[in-house]
């Protein structure tokens, strides 16, 4: 079965650092575009970036550029999003999902809530 | 940057009602188009790629359409399980692209 399967629920201080994951299986992970997306309470999609794996290529909107990270460990097939120091505004679920063809998305991960507060 | 508008931002309809959502990119994005469906709780599912192309496993019932830079998805007969919120995303420049506002779809 093709799959992301995404890490589990975090709750952090404003400052604090964080990483999460996302994993793909059941395809050759080297060759799809992995994205990032942000939803935030009650909102829409928004997109973050977006990284290839076989080479690390990564591309970020200009919202999210310098604010998080993207990265990648191909040989254990994860995508990571990381943030140095996060906000209260951090506040979301955030999702990977896998391209597939015209720039749709057709495997998503289960999201991760990220809940960011004093 | 391109902009995709998606309109309207909800509607109300009865099952069996077709129901179109339009999405309008703000300069030509040939067929680098795509419709999610969201329910709460889930992740989006993907419904329609290239514009037009049905997504393996979604029903008959939904398909997509372009006429220059206006985007269509069409639901020919809402069925219960389609009360979600709908949302059309642009690729042209790809690997940068942009979602647009989405659309929820609710019971009359």
């Known amino acids: 079965e093709v799959q992301l399967v995404q890490s589990g629920a975090e709750v952090k201080k404003p400052g604090e650092s964080l990483k999460i994951s996302c994993k793909g299986s059941g395809y050759s992970f080297d060759t799809f575009w992995i994205g990032w997306v942000r939803q935030l309470p009650g909102k829409g999609l928004e997109w973050m970036g977006i990284?290839?794996?076989?080479?690390?290529?990564?591309r970020y909107s200009p919202s999210f550029q310098g604010q998080v990270t993207i990265s990648v460990d191909k040989s254990i097939g994860t995508a990571y999003l990381q943030w140095s120091a996060l906000k209260a505004s951090d506040t979301a679920i955030y999702y990977c999902?896998?391209?597939?063809?015209?720039?749709?998305?057709?495997?998503w991960g289960q999201g991760t809530m990220v809940t960011v507060s004093s | 940057d391109i902009q995709v508008t998606q309109s309207p931002s909800s509607v109300s309809a009865s099952v069996g009602d077709r129901v179109t959502i339009t999405c309008r990119a703000s300069q030509g994005v040939s067929s680098w188009l795509a419709w999610y469906q969201q329910k709460p709780g889930k992740a989006p599912r993907l419904l329609i790629y290239a514009a037009s192309s049905l997504q393996s496993g979604v029903p008959s019932r939904f398909s997509g359409s372009a006429s220059g830079t206006v985007f269509t998805l069409t639901i020919s007969s809402l069925q219960p399980e389609d009360f979600a919120t709908y949302y059309c995303q642009e690729a042209k420049s790809f690997p940068s692209l942009s979602f647009g506002g989405g659309t929820k779809v609710d019971i009359e």
């Open positions: 999902a896998r391209e597939y063809t015209k720039g749709g998305f057709d495997i």
């Open positions: 990284i290839y794996p076989a080479d690390s290529d990564t």
